[in-house]
């Protein structure tokens, strides 16, 4: 997978980072009610031969105001799981970053590490997008 800053028309974006795995959960938790949400996707290659990304699952850890889970959420052990509707296939991600807010979580192989890890916020969006492992350093 690859992240990269959405730069502001002035500024040059870095170049995009290169995360080298296939699976990967974005965990992040609401800045108002404090409650951790987790989404799982893939990074496939399409029929086609091009990568893309695949949400397979999400689960919310309780529920809040503007927070209710998808109508076919499972509650177990604390968590609503649900496979999420609509497009399951997004050409990417777009992540509001704020120095005001927890940063995001990258979970892979078990770990989970604040996505500033890999690329530092400029307080604005970062996109994630599946790419090819020879597309960035």
């Known amino acids: 997978m690859c992240l ?3 730069a502001l028309a002035a500024t040059p974006a870095p170049a ?3 995360v080298a795995t ?3 959960t974005l965990a992040w938790t609401h800045s108002i009610e404090k409650v951790r ?4 996707y893939a990074v496939v290659r399409a029929p086609e031969g091009r990568v893309e990304l695949r949400a397979l699952s999400a689960r919310v ?3 809040a105001a503007g927070m209710e889970p998808a109508p076919d959420a499972v509650l177990k052990d604390g968590w ?3 496979t999420p509707p609509g497009l399951r ?11 005001f807010t927890a940063d995001y979580e990258l979970c892979t192989g078990g770990q989970c590490h604040a996505l500033s890890q890999w690329l530092k916020s400029d307080g604005g969006v970062t996109v994630v997008t599946a790419c090819e492992g020879s597309a960035t350093r």
């Open 4 to 6: 990269a800053l959405a």
């Open 89 to 99: 296939q997004p050409a990417a991600l777009r992540l509001s970053r704020s120095e």
């Open 16 to 18: 995009p980072v290169f």
């Open 61 to 63: 850890r309780g529920s």
């Open 22 to 24: 296939e699976r990967f």
């Open 37 to 40: 949400w987790e989404e799982d």
């Open 80 to 82: 609503y799981s649900y």
